[in-house]
């Protein structure tokens, strides 16, 4: 039987060809997302004690485990959920997500795209039939969920992003040579003048496997209702698959490959794109036209042709 | 049936969900082999029709193709081949490239490790019994082949590496940010002094499918015999094994990432280490104690643990 390695004890959590018992692999996460709010590899650290931060929680593992890990470690921060309305998926996130609320007695802030800020997704998806709606719906999310951090006046949005999602990223970017996504995929993305608020993703150390196995056994409730939206966006996905079958092969160069680009990504730094105020909201674009790509989307403009 | 990507007419050539006819693929392989040598995507031209040209034949499908494409091409050629008297396997390599030169009336080169340079290439494996064998031969290939390229004074030499060799060698070399291999892997090395020959890489816009369909279409002879050294040197065939699973879900992606990084690969120079003479034999070496590699494993020298 496989012993743990940290204590020798026999091991229950096989990960990666690495044993861990419960209770060390209990302070293994824990480690990880504090090298992580520490910014190991990263090169500074992501956030403060004193920063207020808005925790964006879908109810999905990774943020629901972000959650947690930001309130026991008494960090100053505001879950917020944005309900999609994609009908049972987005019922069941939102349950999951209050019930989380309750049991650890701190309130969520509940958003709805359709009531709070006009938009019907579903009429967005047909405007934009041609693009990936993974994408569409990461554009008004993230644009959202901003405005939202502004009007909280909090100093940084965490989000659950993981290992497998900034690994499998860079991978596919590098694969293509994609200095777009080469050049500005970081754990920190700092704040824009009043108008972007810093970004940070604390669980980047942390993999799929990692955060699912930690949830279960703290019994961290969350949803594993895949979106209705997600079929036909499989890409990223299929990379992160690619990636995990070379792990396998190659025991440790997921993490030795992403480390490796953070330490190294200012290589890819081109100048700086200037940036623009959006002609509709104010809010900067690099787009030549000078519309954001989120009033692209969601306002009724004439260009549709460019979306 | 499959249509020639070509002319229309029923293909008999698939290689990665393209379609040939075997005259268009004839025409293919040459006209990827001209691109070559014009350097498209390294920046530039490999080789000059005016330079003399020493090319390495083992007596595999690539080398013994480059020898072809470069004869037919009125290239100034003198092939090369090392005999490194391993049994069986150099046997037919020999058997291969003595037949080759009659079929076309081109002398080649013999030369032998053991009779001509003294070397036991059994000997130098069990002293350096800690390094991969497949390392081992080619530090003492490539320092051989360039002492007979001196002697010869030709321009530059030819190797027969393809476009797998290159983009797994590349591939391998990013999962682990591995500067030494990014900074300096290109189809063109520049020469140094006049103790290093140019050398380039004509073949490495042909895959090793392509190379083994051309070949054998061509009825080029050549051995498939495996090294009995290569068991146990199986990295970079494993990078090629993964390689080539990711070409085939994402169709193409192999080309797009090696030529990104020919024409990208400035971004990981750092800074040259400065060459020495080395102490035994004076030709250039980075090496520290100002020993090459090549002394290392073949002179009786004291710091065998450093090997």
């Known amino acids: 039987m496989a012993k743990c390695i940290r204590c020798g004890k026999p091991a229950s959590v096989h990960l990666e060809g690495l044993h861990f018992c419960s209770d060390c692999f209990k302070i293994h996460v824990e480690k990880e997302f504090e090298e992580g709010i520490e910014g190991h590899a990263v090169g500074s650290r992501l956030v403060n004690a004193q920063e207020k931060v808005l925790v964006a929680v879908s109810g999905g593992k990774d943020s629901m485990v972000l959650w947690y890990l930001m309130h026991k470690h008494n960090f100053n921060i505001i879950p917020v959920h944005l309900n999609l309305h994609y009908g049972f998926f987005s019922e069941k996130?939102?349950?999951?997500?209050?019930?989380?609320?309750?049991?650890?007695?701190?309130?969520?802030?509940?958003?709805?795209?359709?009531?709070?800020?006009?938009?019907?997704?579903?009429?967005?998806?047909?405007?934009?039939?041609?693009?990936?709606?993974?994408?569409?719906?990461?554009?008004?999310?993230?644009?959202?969920?901003?405005?939202?951090?502004?009007?909280?006046?909090?100093?940084?949005?965490?989000?659950?992003?993981?290992?497998?999602?900034?690994?499998?990223?860079?991978?596919?970017?590098?694969?293509?040579?994609?200095?777009?996504?080469?050049?500005?995929?970081?754990?920190?993305?700092?704040?824009?003048?009043?108008?972007?608020?810093?970004?940070?993703?604390?669980?980047?150390?942390?993999?799929?496997?990692?955060?699912?196995?930690?949830?279960?056994?703290?019994?961290?409730?969350?949803?594993?209702?895949?979106?209705?939206?997600?079929?036909?966006?499989?890409t990223l996905s299929k990379s992160k698959e690619v990636l995990n079958e070379i792990n396998e092969e190659f025991r440790g160069i997921k993490r030795t490959f992403y480390y490796g680009y953070l330490r190294n990504r200012d290589i890819f730094k081109k100048e700086e794109a200037e940036l623009k105020e959006c002609k509709i909201c104010g809010m900067p674009t690099s787009s030549e036209d000078g519309i954001c790509s989120f009033c692209k989307l969601t306002k009724d403009i004439e260009n549709e042709k460019e979306i």
């Open 93 to 234: 996130s939102l349950e999951v997500v209050k019930a989380f609320s309750e049991k650890i007695g701190q309130e969520v802030r509940i958003f709805s795209v359709k009531d709070d800020f006009g938009i019907d997704m579903e009429g967005v998806f047909k405007k934009a039939k041609n693009r990936p709606r993974c994408g569409v719906c990461g554009t008004i999310k993230r644009y959202l969920i901003n405005k939202i951090a502004l009007d909280l006046k909090v100093d940084a949005i965490a989000t659950g992003h993981n290992l497998d999602d900034g690994a499998s990223n860079i991978f596919k970017a590098i694969l293509n040579w994609d200095f777009e996504t080469l050049s500005r995929n970081s754990p920190l993305s700092p704040p824009y003048k009043d108008k972007l608020v810093k970004r940070i993703k604390p669980l980047y150390r942390l993999s799929d496997a990692e955060l699912k196995a930690y949830a279960d056994m703290m019994q961290i409730d969350y949803t594993s209702e895949v979106c209705p939206y997600k079929i036909g966006s499989v």
